[in-house]
């Protein structure tokens, strides 16, 4: 009788345990994807980022990806403004590029077109105009479809 109690709580606590990992890793890749809410004449559009924040990440960006959800983006933040350029190397996807001044607010979008196996000399790129806290890179033709122009303020929901 003993045995069988034993043997019942030690799968009992191995089912509990098991249960919780699930979870918790359930919880983690949530947790992965930050909210940015961008400003429009209407109010503002929500966006769920995957973040860069890693010199690896920052430089492999959205490479080799074969697509990105209507409301997905990528986030890339800098610590530090700085001025930035994008390069499209390796990048399949058509892109709008908004970077964000510290203030909070767009200072520059360009749309650019994917650089997938193109020689180096003809993958687009594009700079900064000043220092960026954030770059975004959404689906290309987001901002034209959704009303978000130069000025529009990015308030960004960090997940830790």
Known sequence: MKENFKRMMAISLLTIVSISGCIELQKSEDDHWWTVDLGTDDGYVEVHCEPALTEEQLRTGLMNRDSLGEFDGMIFVFQIPRNVSIWMKDTKLALDV??????????????????????????????????VSYVLELNRGFCGTHGIAVGAVVTVHERK
């Open 98 to 131: 908004l970077f964000v001044a510290p203030t909070g607010s767009v200072i520059s979008i360009v749309e650019l077109g994917p650089g997938w196996g193109l020689p180096e000399n003809e993958v687009p790129s594009c700079s900064s105009p000043g220092p």
